[in-house]
């Protein structure tokens, strides 16, 4: 005899099957777009502290002063993407002698107020030298 349909046990077989692949799918799913999103927010960041950085390297280093640097704000932009985000920018002199310079540092940080993770950062750090005592005598013998 040839059976011509399911039978109820086969189909309700077929649903719990289905079901637990779909159970096992959902976390996956919101792990790896809870990972997408925390990646987008680093890579914001550090695209936003290169940018800060590029601002500074274009200032003259004598206009490289913590009052100079404490006027400076995010971007639109970022403080669209990021959750919570502030901008510190450090600048210290060092190189005492020989190699006068400011060593600057840009960090980023935010957090996001709906989970209870640490604040998240990035830093970029840069070392600024007066250019024009670094170089020697010209050709004439001037400096």
């Known amino acids: 005899m040839c059976r011509r349909g399911y039978s109820l046990i086969e189909v309700l077989a077929a649903i719990a099957v289905l079901t637990s692949l779909v159970a096992a799918w959902l976390p996956l799913q919101h792990t790896a777009a809870k990972l997408r999103r925390a990646s987008q927010w680093r890579q914001g960041a550090l695209f936003e502290a290169a940018g800060v950085m590029e601002r500074l390297a274009a200032w003259p280093a004598a206009d490289l002063t913590p009052e100079r640097t404490a006027k400076l704000d995010l971007s639109p932009e970022a403080r669209r993407t990021l959750p919570n ?14 190699l006068p310079g400011v060593r600057v540092a840009v960090r980023i940080t935010w957090n996001d107020s709906s989970t209870n993770q640490k604040p998240q950062q990035v830093e970029l750090v840069a070392w600024r030298y007066e250019v024009d005592k670094l170089a020697g005598p010209d050709e004439e013998g001037q400096p």
Not at 85 to 98: D, I, K, S
């Open 85 to 98: 985000p502030e901008l510190h920018v450090n600048v210290q002199p060092t190189g005492e002698g020989a």
